[in-house]
């Protein structure tokens, strides 16, 4: 059982025009000389303001919090720094100092198709250590600028304290926009300990400052926090508990839906309608409840990054009926459809563009992207457009959208009327905008699933996520990276809104143009292995069937549909369970044996994936992964596949898998005994 431990000293961060120039966050005397006036509520002591913490308790211990600076001065103040959260005092307890070999830094990298790379190292590896008798400037800083908040670091920091064993977790849930988390060290010589800054507000990171007039206020954005008995497995497990608590979008019944999308290795956003209806036909055999039409149902004259942002249906691609026809042929054959959208992006030669530039977004004068540009979610026009858009494609039977979203609009934008207004104050309104429309469209249309995708998880933070059904995981189009990407992501956000490619039949983007189906395309994954191995993966998620599965041998089709099966019977379970990496977390580059699991304790079920990431060479491998931590004893209930060199067995807490070869995966299901 995780048990919550008491939090560090929750307090906030400020600087007041331009008096503090410290590159680095420790301690500038503004909280520390501040007076408690009522709950929650901070003086400053010259009178210029006032901060209010708002705290919400969520699920399991964990804290929301976010800051309010409010001017009750008579003259403006000019804030270039606010914390959502501050916590203080970490490593005042216990015998050993910080920078004894006490703690341990968790945190992840994330890249286009490599999300999810977590590290483990000590906090001077990290950047953190003692210098000599003066505060350290040192620090562990995680940040990200623009609008692809994902785009370097997960906006997550985990301080493991390994003489005490306990987890403190970190995290800003800043809603698409620049952040900073920043681990420092607050006094002298042997006295110093831990601190932690969280937001979104800091001149330092992108620039962000704010001017706030007499009786004017500011919130931040919320961050998340607390401290878990245990180490990363427990304090991932706390967090996925709050964010299931956070979610604003319930997934229809509750459960991750199986969905087919065109476009990963397979279609690669050139579909028509000669190549769609096999792959719904394959679809519908196999199970899926959504298809989804990616890139390229809307008109364009061949150029889409200037033509996009209209979203009118290319009817000519489709035959006779037109995108119309092709929703209707996949309602026709039990499902619901979706299609492509990026509603943030226009083209510069659309027609939305050339009526409206002003709902364009700009930088110093200059409308930002070239042919692919911005639209100012701001701007009500803009907001009609993309609103009426939503609702023409509901009219026509469209029930499931995936919002990408390829580029970054950068450091900050222009405010229209407002040239003072800082820009990167400016883009986080533009954010929120564009977040408060997804809302007002999903509460019109609540049967409307509308997925986050941003080059694959390129805006993941859970401020942002929140606000939709699912998140892409990755554009990693390899399937033995992807269990990499998906179980380090799945740390990061509840694993039933990490949408998992599943693509057998695999066709690589660089042939998209001249790839034909043949027998000996089909005969290549004859063995079923490859298939095998992307089902295990679109198991352990919210799983998008993809790949030319309408290529594929009856054999083949049998494992996806098996798969399928098994997916449906899970859900309930995936839907509540937590992630547990009973062997640590996987390297993209690692080629190895990785076991990972989802656990439910209600049930006292285990849905453990084993991938071999190596390469094929024909070679039998045998594992032995331990589960004591989890159970003394368990007994299995299932293995997927039932074939020939896929086998499980289990000895009290020990439990040996054997795969024909490297390259291999499979499925357990276990109970505890």
């Not at 804290?63 to 600076?69: D, G, K, V």
């Not at 087919?260 to 209806?277: G, H, Q, S, V």
């Not at 000519?316 to 619901?336: H, P, S, T």
């Not at 970054?408 to 954010?431: K, Q």
């Amino acid at each position: 059982m995780v048990m919550l431990m008491e939090t560090p000293a929750s307090t906030f961060y400020l600087n007041l025009n331009a008096e503090n120039n410290n590159t680095y966050i420790a301690s500038n005397g503004i909280a520390e000389t501040a007076t408690q006036v009522a709950d929650g509520v901070l003086r400053l002591a010259d009178g210029r303001g006032e901060i209010h913490l708002e705290r919400q308790s969520l699920p399991g211990g964990a804290t929301l919090q976010r800051t309010t600076l409010v001017n009750t001065g008579d003259t403006a103040l000019l804030a270039d720094t606010l914390s959502a959260a501050f916590l203080t005092g970490i490593g005042s307890d216990g015998e050993r100092r910080w920078d004894d070999d006490r703690f341990r830094v968790h945190f992840a990298y994330s890249s286009w198709q490599g999300e999810g790379q977590w590290r483990h190292m000590s906090p001077e590896d990290a950047g953190l250590y003692k210098t000599y008798n003066h505060h350290s400037q040192t620090s562990v800083r995680l940040r990200s600028v623009g609008t692809w908040s994902t785009a370097k670091y997960y906006p997550l920091l985990l301080l493991e304290d390994t003489e005490l064993h306990r987890t403190h977790f970190f995290e800003v849930l800043v809603g698409g926009t620049g952040w900073q988390i920043e681990l420092c060290a607050r006094g002298h010589r042997e006295d110093s300990t831990l601190c932690v800054f969280l937001g979104a507000a800091c001149e330092g990171n992108d620039g962000w400052t704010l001017t706030l007039a007499p009786g004017e206020r500011y919130t931040t954005c919320p961050a998340l926090y607390g401290c878990v008995e245990g180490g990363f497995e427990e304090a991932v497990a706390a967090l996925t508990g709050a964010k299931r608590a956070l979610a604003l979008r319930r997934l229809p019944g509750g459960v991750p839906p199986l969905c087919f999308n065109d476009y990963m290795n397979c279609l690669w956003a050139l579909p028509t309608r000669e190549k769609l209806i096999p792959l719904m036909d394959a679809a519908a055999r196999v199970g899926a409840e959504y298809f989804v039409i990616d890139a390229g149902w809307f008109r364009t004259s061949g150029n889409w990054s200037a033509d996009m942002g209209d979203w009118e249906p290319w009817d000519e691609l489709f035959g006779e009926g037109g995108v119309q026809g092709i929703l209707d042929e996949i309602v026709a054959r039990g499902m619901k459809p979706g299609v492509w959208l990026e509603i943030e992006s226009v083209g510069i030669s659309s027609a939305f563009a050339k009526a409206h530039p002003e709902a364009l977004l700009y930088r110093h004068g200059h409308v930002i992207g070239k042919d692919r540009c911005f639209m100012d979610f701001r701007n009500p026009a803009v907001r009609a457009h993309i609103r009426g858009v939503f609702d023409r494609l509901y009219r026509m039977g469209v029930r499931y959208v995936k919002n990408d979203y390829n580029q970054s609009v950068g450091v900050g934008i222009d405010t229209p009327g407002a040239p003072d207004r800082n820009g990167a104050l400016a883009l986080g309104d533009h954010a929120a905008a564009v977040l408060s429309l997804v809302d007002e469209i999903c509460t019109a249309y609540p049967d409307f699933i509308i997925e986050s995708c941003c080059s694959g998880a390129m805006r993941s933070d859970f401020g942002a996520v929140r606000h939709f059904y699912l998140q892409s995981s990755s554009d990693q189009e390899d399937y033995l990276r992807t269990p990499s990407v998906i179980t380090g992501l799945s740390a990061c956000l509840p694993p039933e809104r990490v949408g998992v490619w599943a693509c057998p039949y695999p066709v690589a983007i660089d042939y998209r143009d001249s790839f034909r189906s043949s027998a000996e395309f089909t005969a290549g994954f004859a063995d079923g292995r490859v298939t095998v191995h992307n089902m295990v993966s679109g198991l352990m998620g919210l799983m998008y069937l993809s790949g030319h599965i309408d290529c594929a041998d009856g054999f083949n089709l049998s494992l996806m549909r098996q798969a399928a099966d098994i997916y449906k019977r899970n859900r309930t379970i995936t839907a509540r369970a937590v992630p547990v990496f009973p062997a640590g977390t996987l390297r993209l580059s690692g080629r190895e044996t990785f076991p990972y699991g989802l656990l439910d304790r209600e049930s006292g079920k285990l849905l453990l994936a084993v991938w071999s990431t190596a390469l094929p060479d024909g070679t039998p491998l045998q594992t032995q992964i331990d589960l004591s931590r989890y159970a003394g004893a368990w007994r299995i209930a299932d293995v997927y596949p039932a074939l020939p060199g896929y086998t499980a067995s289990v000895s009290g807490a020990t439990l040996t898998v054997t795969l024909p070869e490297r390259g291999s995966a499979a499925y357990i299901e276990l109970g505890i005994l």
